[in-house]
């Protein structure tokens, strides 16, 4: 079967991919009826798993696997988590296949989650650690929208940090009825705990000024 | 079949806050990165800061006029580019926006968006521009909510409805070329006459459903939790009228991204930044590239080529003027 990334594309993933320092796993969740992308996100994950022996690829059933879909807060297909190395759940997600643009915002999540530095100020740091409520932040995109992995990646290192911040990409084609539900009309949308709403791609101060407020 | 827009960089990595920079570029669009390619190559130590690589690069699908590549899409140029200063290890520090930039004689604090500070001796403003508004009633309300300004993002929303597209310059027209896989049908709304080139004209005689409404105004959005449509003013019969429409995608150009610098530098009445023959602006040290300067004609290879006069200029004034250290 042909694969998803060519060898130029592997080259290239993992030479940037060499850089990991610790351990990660990708815990997929893919269904075998009504999905046209599950097939092509384990292809994805599986072709990128080999790139570099510090990733581990685990697929589960969402409709048989329900405890540890329950674990994740996973009810969609196809849609991954990235726990750390110690197999923790750390609130990435990804929902929908990160294809286009949007193999960036993967890249960054997977070097992030095995502990390379992503060079925050202290400061923000700080900040970010003391958000204590619990938080929940959507990442609305297209895989042709080129100022959404920006975004997506910012919400993911927000959840890297505090274990009371969960992050999710929802790739909006893929989810139509939810797109729907959410009025999303125009990417990135960010939705944090389903009210507050910031349009475009945000730096981290503009995320934490809105968590602050929470 | 899906397709991967790889643009990981080993940036950051040799982004440290206690150094003293030759040049600081921040912006990385087309100036931004050949303003770092070629200040690399002058042996500069320098670093380029940008919230997105590529610039506007990004907002079309396909560039037809860079010369040697007869067509290539936006991004795809924009990979090119980025790989070829990676292959001169040009640090790059991705996804942070500049919050302020500060002159201290004779050297510029750059303060971001995550906290960091850095210092440099001179400093290139390659910010670009960001989508013109129309100003308009019912546009901010109507804002993704059927307004857009990202043709290649939000197009997937619209299959099968009814787009308007505002705007009569090429960036119109290539936002015209690139929702005809999604809409069902589309209106050009302009205020006055064409001005896209030809050649992209040209392609526009075997689209379906085309409409084009030259010398009308857009006056107003309307709509009720969605929008529904535009109100227009003819301006040959004078007659206001509403077209019906999902969606409304406004290219009418740019605003320069100056407001960094507004208070340090000379400005023009729609905010460009005024730069003298060698890109340097009112401020020694501080110079401009690109879509962001009063330079009139906004192109990719204008932009390339000041960025590339910007980062040479930098050398000679390193050598002549600067006088610190």
């Excluded at chain 1, 919400?155 to 009371?164: I, P």
């Excluded at chain 2, 050649?199 to 006056?219: A, C, R, Y």
Aim: aromatic fraction near 8%.
């Amino acid at each position: 079967m042909e694969k998803l990334l060519n060898q130029e594309l592997q080259n290239q993933i993992g030479e940037f991919l060499s850089h990991m320092d610790k351990a990660i796993t990708f815990v997929l969740f893919t269904k075998e009826t009504g999905c046209e992308t599950c097939q092509t996100t384990k292809m994805l994950l599986e072709e990128i798993s080999l790139l570099n022996d510090k990733m581990t690829f685990v697929e589960k059933d969402l409709n048989r696997d329900k405890e540890e879909a329950k674990k994740y807060g996973i009810t969609l297909a196809p849609s991954f988590v990235i726990l750390d190395n110690q197999g923790v759940y750390q609130g990435v997600k990804f929902n929908g296949i990160p294809a286009g643009h949007e193999i960036n915002s993967f890249l960054s999540a997977i070097i992030d989650m095995s502990g390379v530095d992503f060079g925050f100020d202290k400061e923000v740091v700080e900040r970010v650690k003391k958000i204590d409520k619990p938080v929940n932040i959507k990442v609305f995109v297209t895989l042709s929208c080129p100022h959404c992995p920006g975004a997506v990646s910012n919400a993911h290192r927000l959840a890297m940090l505090n274990s009371n911040i969960e992050s999710e990409m929802v790739e909006a084609q893929t989810f139509p009825e939810l797109s729907k539900k959410y009025k999303v009309s125009g990417v990135p949308k960010i939705v944090i705990n389903e009210k507050h709403e910031l349009l475009g791609n945000q730096p981290i101060e503009e995320y934490l000024n809105t968590l602050e407020r929470l | 079949m899906f397709t991967f827009n790889v643009e990981k960089t080993k940036e950051t990595s040799a982004f440290t806050n206690d150094v003293l920079w030759d040049l600081l570029i921040v912006g990385g669009g087309p100036a931004g990165l050949n303003a770092g390619l070629y200040g690399k190559r002058k042996g500069l130590s320098v670093g380029i800061i940008t919230e997105e690589i590529g610039g506007q690069l990004h907002n079309t699908s396909d560039v037809d006029n860079y010369l040697g590549f007869k067509k290539i899409e936006g991004k795809d140029l924009s990979n090119e580019f980025l790989y070829h200063i990676n292959s001169l290890y040009v640090p790059i520090i991705k996804n942070v926006r500049v919050k302020s930039i500060n002159y201290i004689n004779p050297d510029f604090m750059i303060n971001l968006s995550d906290g960091k500070t850095l210092k440099s001796k001179t400093v290139l403003m390659a910010t670009g521009g960001s989508p013109r508004k129309l100003a308009i009633p019912g546009e901010k309300e109507y804002s993704n909510k059927g307004v857009s300004y990202c043709t290649t993002c939000d197009a997937p929303f619209f299959k099968d409805k009814h787009i308007i597209v505002a705007g009569g310059g090429n960036s119109a027209a290539e936002a015209v070329l690139d929702l005809v896989p999604w809409a069902n049908r589309i209106s050009v709304v302009h205020r006055s006459k064409w001005r896209a080139d030809q050649i992209i004209l040209d392609k526009f005689n075997n689209i379906e459903n085309l409409e084009i409404h030259l010398n009308t105004q857009i006056l107003e959005v309307l709509g009720n939790e969605q929008m529904t449509g535009v109100k227009v003013l003819d301006k040959i019969t004078n007659e206001e009228r509403i077209i019906h429409a999902d969606g409304l995608f406004v290219e009418i150009g740019t605003i320069p991204n100056s407001y960094l610098v507004k208070d340090l530098v000379k400005t023009n009445e729609i905010g460009e930044i005024i730069v003298d023959d060698s890109q340097m602006t009112s401020l020694p040290g501080l110079f401009a590239a690109g879509d962001v300067t009063q330079q009139q004609d906004k192109q990719i290879i204008i932009s390339a080529a000041e960025g590339a006069k910007a980062a040479l200029a930098v050398t000679k004034y390193l050598n002549k003027y600067y006088k610190g250290e």
